[in-house]
């Protein structure tokens, strides 16, 4: 994998340890009394098969890299990991969670990744509830880790003799001395909430869940052996959506970098992930161009405006607007938590489509559009009064219900918690919490979460198409909406807006007048029962590590008010 400084650099060699020896095999202890027609889906095959067939591809190659994944998995079992055991992971893009999302596999072990960005008492919860027999830490972030009541291993991330993660490594043993997990359905990553309402809660996927999210991504995201995939999204939010495997599947680079501000520019970047947010950002850096080639940008986090497919499009840059549920997207949504392995739909690209202007081309893109090839379909339904009976909304683009889907890419549990697991598979379906319309050609289009949903005066206003509509004023850069208490209507919408930043001095000491300007443009747009209400100009709005926008936290501030 391509990586830092380090990793980028020709001249980057790789320590003994690192190096396969000559005529290594690159297969695991066969199975034995398995059906000849039957083999146990793992992600972990997608980096042998790798390293295989394209041994010498990138500078920190298929080969070595599948050495240093054989290495980790030796050196855990030595340190006392047995199958099923959790191996928490505390570290930002880099060689270390990438090694670990495949070595603690090859060990039969179940991965904990945690967010580099909590506190040291949320890390310590979540090390003592996952039961983490061994922590593997970037050195920046020991102080996560600090106090542990367990093995603590140390990443300086210099990839040389010396480095404690390093010297970790155990010798030379060869792939078919490792077992092969007989059960595709075995733990494969335990990930948590970011317990931002409450404990955080621990979500088990599996193997198999694992191995056709990744095959999905890759497909649906246009990866292969000529890509090369940009991380910007966090590996270690909910797996990195599964795009750790779903890269080795495709036989793509990867490339670790602290920033990306120019990256689109100068270097041969094809695919990234992220939230809309970011994608704002994007678009909007003072650096931002035309690209002279297409780079695909996978969106899912949140529902992304027209006006930012569109934005995108004039940049060069090919969104791939996917839809999925991760741990931190239901953080205001605790009890009903649910999660698949990121993405599960796609909005397709139709041909009557390509006839349209932009703008109403990206209305159509900002649909969630249908099911993944390895996810079974998704489903929009109102639940009966009094019983788990789900009933299919009429595809009528109006009638409003509940996401709800089932199959490969579901979560299989919360980790000792059967009863918030039976909550979440209410009616035997995944229930996502998130309103959506079902349209005649049978894709999705999400109204809003259940909690954002805005009752003014008896009217149901969708804060996300509220958004929508106003983010599509020209000096507007970002928007988010929630209700605020009415003494008349009950609730009304409130906008917080982080203005274009060359449109923040004209609107200096005027943030009065930008907001009956911002209102105008809304009552040309939505019913009077949606129109934002209140208006705050602010320099930020709070987010998760994707950069998913903390609506919890501006209810906050508008519960002050």
């Not at 036989?251 to 670790?256: K, R, V």
């Not at 549920?325 to 009557?352: H, K, M, S, V």
Request: hydrophobic share 40%; glycine share 8%; proline share 7%.
């Amino acid at each position: 994998m391509s990586s830092d400084p380090r990793f980028a650099s020709i001249n980057f060699t790789p320590t003994p340890a690192s190096v396969p020896p000559q005529g290594a095999r690159l297969s695991r202890k066969p199975l034995v009394n398995v059906p000849v027609n039957y083999h146990p889906l793992n992600p972990l095959s997608f980096i042998l098969r790798a390293a295989l067939i394209y041994p010498k591809q990138m500078v920190y190659t298929f080969s070595v890299w599948a050495q240093r994944i054989q290495n980790l998995a030796y050196a855990l079992i030595k340190a006392g990991i047995r199958p099923g055991d959790r191996v928490a992971v505390i570290a930002p893009n880099s060689p270390l969670i990438a090694d670990a999302h495949q070595g603690v596999l090859a060990a039969r072990a179940v991965t904990v990744p945690i967010n580099t960005r909590l506190k040291h008492h949320e890390v310590a919860y979540i090390l003592e509830h996952s039961g983490a027999s061994l922590i593997l830490v970037d050195h920046e972030y020991q102080h996560l880790a600090k106090d542990a009541k367990v093995p603590v291993v140390v990443s300086n991330d210099t990839g040389r003799s010396g480095d404690p993660y390093e010297e970790a490594f155990s010798q030379e043993r060869g792939w078919p001395g490792l077992d092969t997990d007989p059960d595709e359905n075995a733990a494969a990553m335990l990930c948590y909430t970011s317990g931002t309402t409450g404990r955080p809660k621990g979500v088990i996927t599996t193997l198999r869940g694992s191995y056709l999210g990744a095959v999905a991504n890759a497909f649906e995201g246009q990866i292969n052996k000529d890509s090369t995939y940009l991380w910007i999204l966090p590996m270690f939010h909910a797996a990195g959506w599964t795009y750790p495997w779903a890269n080795t599947f495709a036989f793509s680079t990867q490339s670790i970098i602290p920033t990306y501000g120019t990256t689109f520019l100068h270097s041969g970047v094809t695919h990234y992930c992220a939230a809309p947010t970011v994608q704002i950002g994007i678009v909007n850096d003072p650096q931002a161009q035309k690209l002279k080639r297409p780079v695909v940008a996978i969106i899912a986090g949140a529902a992304p405006t027209p006006h930012l497919i569109g934005e995108l499009e004039k940049t060069g840059i090919k969104p791939v607007h996917v839809y999925g549920l991760t741990f931190e997207d239901f953080i205001t949504l605790i009890a009903r938590n649910p999660q698949t392995y990121g993405p599960f739909t796609r909005c397709y690209d139709q041909e009557p489509w390509k006839d349209l202007s932009l703008e109403d081309r990206a209305r159509f893109m900002a649909r969630q559009g249908h099911a993944f090839a390895t996810a079974e379909e998704v489903r929009v339904v109102a639940v009966e009064e009094g019983s788990d009976v789900l009933v299919d909304v009429p595809a009528d683009g109006k009638t409003l219900g509940e996401i709800v889907t089932r199959g490969n890419i579901v979560m299989k549990e919360y980790f000792n918690d059967p009863e918030a697991t039976k909550k979440a598979f209410r009616g035997g379906c995944f229930n996502t919490g998130d309103l959506a319309v079902m349209h005649p050609d049978g894709s999705i289009s999400v109204m809003d979460r259940s909690k954002d949903i805005i009752i003014s005066g008896g009217e149901n206003a969708s804060s996300l198409a509220i958004e929508q509509e106003l983010a599509s004023h020209p000096h507007v850069l970002e928007v988010s909406v929630i209700a605020r208490n009415h003494v008349k209507w009950g609730e009304r919408p409130m906008a917080f807006v982080i203005l274009h930043h060359q449109h923040v001095s004209r609107w200096k000491g005027r943030h009065h007048e930008f907001a009956a300007d911002l209102k105008a443009h809304a009552k040309g747009r939505l019913p009077g029962f949606a129109c934002p209400e209140w208006v705050e100009v602010v320099p930020e709005l709070p987010k998760t590590s994707t950069g998913k926008i903390l609506k919890t936290e501006l209810r906050k501030v508008v519960a002050k008010l």
